[in-house]
């Protein structure tokens, strides 16, 4: 009789911890609730609001220091042609938070490097410290202060990433992000002060890489969740 009893307390015990597990492992997430395309669906939108929030932050910044310039009826109203920022940049931020857990898990290698979110909140305010210095500190010319901004990117994927699929995405999407950017001033739909790279100004590559290498950042994050809860489950199954 003190076996059974033994046996069934082990038992509990058991069923305690589990239970106890699979609440920790669940985080901040939902992925106990949920498959895996809702929950590529709740990042995506998660990644959306924070890029359209880090576009209207940061495209204030360049408009009020005339790096950018709108027509003149544009910032008078919401509806008018400059709407399509926010969104876009929340799509881009999307696509490109979603990717790199992707990649990454193609590739074999899951990103470990400072994964929590102190260094994700870091690697936001260098970001935007980035795009401050673009919009705000006067250098003695665009090259000076292109190599300047290259050198805080590279050093913000050195200290926040330092993966070779963060890096090689990270020239990718820049490059990618500056050529749109080229046409769409090209056609006019708004305009550089004093452009120095074509129609555009030398440093964009740098800021691009530097948004791509943080909202690539925030997606792991996110994913993490889910890779943590599916980790337990198969242990657990």
């Not at 609730?33 to 929950?39: F, L």
């Not at 042609?81 to 898990?105: E, F, N, Q, T």
């Not at 590739?107 to 936001?124: A, D, N, Q």
């Not at 090689?168 to 769409?184: E, M, N, R």
Request: a positive charge; proline letters at 4%.
């Amino acid at each position: 009789m003190c076996a059974t009893l033994t046996t069934m307390s082990n038992s509990a015990l058991t069923s305690d911890q589990r239970s106890e597990r699979q609440h920790n492992s669940r985080g901040p997430y939902v992925s106990f609730i949920t498959n895996r395309t809702t929950n590529l669906l709740i990042r995506g939108g998660m990644l959306f609001f924070v890029g359209v929030f880090l576009a209207l932050v940061l495209n204030l910044l360049q408009v009020q220091r005339n790096v950018t310039l709108f027509p003149p009826d544009v910032i008078s109203s919401i509806f008018s042609s400059v709407w399509w920022v926010p969104p876009s940049c929340g799509i881009a931020s999307a696509m490109i938070g979603v990717l790199y857990p992707c990649i990454d898990r193609r590739l074999g290698e899951p990103h470990k490097f400072k994964r929590e979110w102190s260094s994700v909140m870091r690697c936001v305010a260098v970001f935007v410290g980035i795009n401050h210095a673009s919009a705000k500190v006067d250098f003695a010319n665009n090259v000076q202060l292109s190599l300047t901004l290259a050198a805080l990117s590279i050093g913000l994927w050195w200290t926040f990433d330092r993966s070779r699929s963060g890096f090689g995405l990270g020239i990718s999407i820049a490059l990618l992000a500056t050529l749109t950017t080229q046409i769409l001033v090209y056609n006019g739909v708004f305009q550089y002060t004093n452009p120095d790279f074509l129609y555009i100004r030398s440093w964009l590559p740098c800021i691009f890489f530097a948004g791509v290498i943080t909202m690539g950042n925030i997606g792991r994050q996110l994913a993490l969740y889910e890779y943590k809860f599916l980790q337990e489950k198969t242990h657990l199954d």
